[in-house]
């Protein structure tokens, strides 16, 4: 599910002849000892020869851990998209939040637009230094015109600016934020001149999910929740059964209430 095409998933055929040509890459780059690439590099090119294949208009990429030394790099760029910034992979990135940032804003390409989620201070003024250097737009999500927001476990709603009564479909108030910011880049993306109605903006929206990080099945009056999520300082990774009478989920760690099965 990694890579995608409005919605449908790699096929295999694609799959197979773009794996092939890599193997055979991978191969040539070992004989003039060039070394050879990680599984983030296969997948990244991987994606980028299926995207060309299909002719996209747009595609949206993930950076692996930080960004300044990611595989994607390579890609051209018109929008780049930060979402919030936390002391993470530190053994790595750095371990203060500005040398961190600096990895994150390594993303960031000359003349292109930028959309930020609202920042710590010592990591802003490392995008907002960047952009700088690099001749770019900044614009980053304004928590106080996050309003109306109602939680829940399934559906949650917002307003933003000009944009009111936004439903999405992803659990936890993070969530919340996350969405704004995705606002914040379709503004950038309809100055540039991409042609996205509203009706498509809240439909994506409400129809996002994330595969495989929260998944709830239910049983009766018994649901089984699978969590799984893993990060520095805000890290679960259980199964359980239960019957869910709380549920209050706050940045990146979720806090259950539950009745357990006997």
């Not at 390409?109 to 690099?134: G, L, N, Y």
């Not at 049983?219 to 259980?238: A, L, N, P, Y």
Request: hydrophobic residues 40%.
């Amino acid at each position: 599910e990694k890579i995608q095409v409005d919605g449908e998933k790699i096929n295999k055929e694609s799959l197979a002849a773009h794996v092939t040509a890599i193997a055979e890459a991978t191969r040539d780059m070992q004989e003039k000892n060039a070394g050879t690439p990680t599984v983030f590099e296969v997948e990244t090119v991987l994606a980028i020869l299926y995207f060309k294949e299909k002719h996209c208009d747009l595609v949206v990429l993930e950076t692996g851990m930080g960004g300044l030394l990611d595989a994607n790099i390579i890609s051209t760029t018109v929008l780049e998209v930060l979402t919030s910034i936390s002391m993470d992979h530190m053994e790595f990135l750095g371990n203060t939040l500005a040398k961190i940032a600096e990895q994150k804003a390594g993303i960031i390409k000359p003349h292109t637009s930028v959309v930020s989620a609202k920042q710590e201070m010592e990591a802003e003024q490392v995008i907002r230094e960047v952009c700088d250097r690099q001749e770019c737009s900044l614009r980053s999500v304004d928590p106080e015109a996050i309003k109306d927001v109602h939680y829940g476990c399934g559906t949650q709603s917002f307003s933003y600016k000009n944009w009111t009564d936004v439903k999405i479909s992803l659990a936890g108030s993070y969530q919340i934020w996350n969405a704004s910011l995705a606002l914040e880049a379709v503004w950038a993306l309809q100055r540039m001149g991409y042609n996205l109605t509203e009706k498509q903006i809240r439909d994506g929206l409400q129809k996002t999910t994330v595969l495989r990080l929260f998944r709830r099945s239910r049983t009766s009056s018994w649901m089984v929740h699978t969590i799984r999520r893993q990060h520095r300082h805000f890290g679960i990774r259980f199964r359980s059964i239960f019957r869910v009478v709380g549920c209050i989920m706050y940045s990146e760690c979720f806090r259950i209430r539950i009745i357990r099965r006997s």
